[in-house]
């Protein structure tokens, strides 16, 4: 199998178990004096080979062992679907309860249902659960799950003692590249620890959790709004500051503040935990009120036809769910006359970059698209769109030299997805918002070491790209 690619949960995919006790929460796990808060990340390490396009599993439980004869205290409070490879370096709330306090000796995580979409470049046709991937070609397989649970109980974290005034986050390390076979089944190889502040720079020590859903209600007495998720319908209440950036302009909303938010809006939200509740520190539009609409990573773009190839990585219409799903590859239609966003807030685009119209495509990019019509033909899913938003996408590389005058980094060692197309380097732009995970900022970067980064993706040549840094992560496989 070719170079190496990296998948990613490299995220901090928040496995967020936020065990501290959500008002909304729908958990049935104990309450009242006592209680500990905690909350769970997760972590990726990713595969040699394919391009990983997306990593979809089911996370069927998760509990903690008490110490001695004590029954096991489960940490999550219904089974939840994940696609992981859109979140290198950020989370994903999945639920959050309160656990007794006491001393427990290990961690279990159950799995089931893996499926992943890869771009087969091995020069080969690759055959995977009875389905046949001719190289070149993107396809949706359904891997087996060689092991089912994976009990975490070594030390130094274990034995954990929890009391109600010591909380603790737990960071699961999921490693992709030891859990991914070389036949491509999955066994999973995870590690956990305790997540103490690793976040440098433009961050306030705590992890920050993506939510993607609809707007419920809008509370302007308290700066806050509910959202429902579309994955597992969960309806988190998310309270907004002085400090939360909007990001409605190229949306239309010229006061681009709280007032822009309306019942029925998509929207992606950037989060923080604490004592329960949830504060965003970013809000962005996703698509016009009461418009379903899909995220993902674009894999292909075809400009005669006015079309780009995009798997898909989150979901919100609901009317659809039969049709579309996680990790499926769709093609875009986009219409005359359809909008181009940038989704990504706090960022100010330099001179020659812009995302204004079908050209500023490319390959990598994380996009939404409002859905405007959707039909299917030979097992194959084809939609059109009216609106396109540039996401903060998730890549990885290796550095190959730093700037630390211009507060930029070159990484190679790209993605196949990326050299199949052209783009051999990526060059990436930081500035002081952007967030360092792992390593002290810029100046601590050095060549040769493996990063992951996210921020906004654009054109910059016919061999090269350029990202927009809002957050880095040191990859600790280094």
């Given at each position: 199998m070719g170079g190496r690619t990296w998948l990613t949960l490299a995220l901090g995919v928040t496995l967020a178990v936020f065990l501290a006790g959500c008002s909304n929460s729908t958990s049935t796990s104990p309450s009242g004096a006592g209680l500990a808060p905690v909350s769970m990340t997760i972590h990726d390490t990713p595969p040699t080979g394919v391009s990983i396009l997306s990593f979809e599993i089911h996370i069927t439980g998760a509990s903690l062992q008490p110490s001695g004869s004590g029954q096991a205290v489960s940490l999550m409070s219904a089974p939840d679907e994940i696609e992981l490879e859109h979140l290198q370096t950020s989370s994903a709330l999945l639920g959050s309860t309160n656990v007794p306090a006491g001393t427990y000796s290990s961690l279990t995580?159950?799995?089931?249902n893996p499926q992943i979409t890869i771009l087969n470049d091995t020069g080969s046709t690759l055959t995977v659960g009875g389905t046949s991937c001719a190289n070149g070609q993107v396809c949706e397989l359904q891997p087996a799950l060689n092991q089912a649970?994976?009990?975490?109980?070594?030390?130094?974290?274990?034995?954990?003692?929890?009391?109600?005034?010591s909380g603790v986050t737990l960071q699961l390390d999921f490693n992709i590249n030891s859990s991914v076979q070389s036949d491509l089944s999955v066994t999973p190889t995870v590690t956990v620890s305790s997540a103490n502040s690793s976040m440098q720079n433009g961050s306030d020590g705590q992890e920050d959790m993506e939510l993607v859903g609809v707007v419920g209600t809008v509370d302007t007495s308290n700066q806050s709004f509910t959202l429902q998720t579309g994955l597992n319908n969960q309806t988190d209440t998310i309270l907004t500051t002085s400090n939360t950036e909007f990001g409605f302009a190229e949306a239309g909303c010229a006061a681009n503040n709280f007032g822009c938010l309306a019942p029925g809006q998509v929207v992606k939200v950037e989060a923080q935990m604490a004592n329960g509740q949830l504060t965003a520190t970013e809000v962005d539009p996703?698509?016009?009120?009461?418009?379903?609409?899909?995220?993902?990573?674009?894999?292909?773009?075809?400009?005669?036809?006015?079309?780009?190839?995009?798997?898909?990585?989150?979901?919100?219409?609901?009317?659809?769910?039969?049709?579309?799903?996680?990790?499926?590859?769709?093609?875009?239609?986009?219409?005359?006359?359809?909008?181009?966003?940038?989704?990504?807030?706090?960022?100010?685009?330099?001179?020659?970059?812009?995302?204004?119209?079908?050209?500023?495509?490319?390959?990598?990019?994380?996009?939404?698209?409002?859905?405007?019509?959707?039909?299917?033909?030979?097992?194959?899913?084809?939609?059109?769109?009216?609106?396109?938003?540039?996401?903060?996408?998730?890549?990885?590389?290796?550095?190959?030299?730093?700037?630390?005058?211009?507060?930029?980094?070159?990484?190679?060692?790209?993605?196949?997805?990326?050299?199949?197309?052209?783009?051999?380097?990526?060059?990436?732009?930081?500035?002081?918002?952007?967030?360092?995970?792992?390593?002290?900022?810029?100046?601590?970067?050095?060549?040769?070491?493996?990063?992951?980064?996210?921020?906004?993706?654009?054109?910059?040549?016919?061999?090269?790209?350029?990202?927009?840094?809002?957050?880095?992560?040191?990859?600790?496989?280094?």
């Open positions: 995580v159950t799995f089931a649970s994976v009990t975490v109980g070594s030390s130094p974290l274990f034995p954990l003692t929890l009391s109600a005034t996703v698509a016009l009120p009461n418009t379903a609409a899909v995220m993902g990573m674009v894999v292909s773009v075809n400009a005669t036809q006015n079309q780009f190839e995009m798997v898909l990585n989150d979901i919100q219409d609901s009317q659809d769910s039969a049709t579309l799903g996680l990790g499926l590859p769709v093609m875009v239609t986009v219409s005359s006359g359809a909008t181009f966003n940038l989704g990504v807030g706090g960022i100010n685009l330099p001179s020659g970059l812009t995302f204004a119209g079908f050209a500023n495509l490319m390959v990598g990019q994380e996009v939404s698209a409002a859905v405007s019509g959707l039909s299917t033909s030979n097992g194959s899913v084809t939609m059109n769109t009216s609106q396109v938003t540039l996401e903060a996408s998730e890549l990885s590389g290796t550095i190959q030299s730093v700037d630390s005058g211009n507060g930029t980094f070159v990484l190679t060692n790209l993605s196949p997805l990326f050299t199949a197309n052209g783009i051999t380097q990526i060059l990436v732009q930081t500035d002081g918002n952007t967030q360092f995970e792992d390593v002290a900022g810029l100046s601590s970067l050095s060549t040769t070491q493996n990063v992951s980064v996210s921020g906004a993706l654009l054109e910059n040549g016919t061999s090269s790209a350029e990202l927009l840094a809002t957050a880095v992560r040191l990859r600790l496989d280094n």
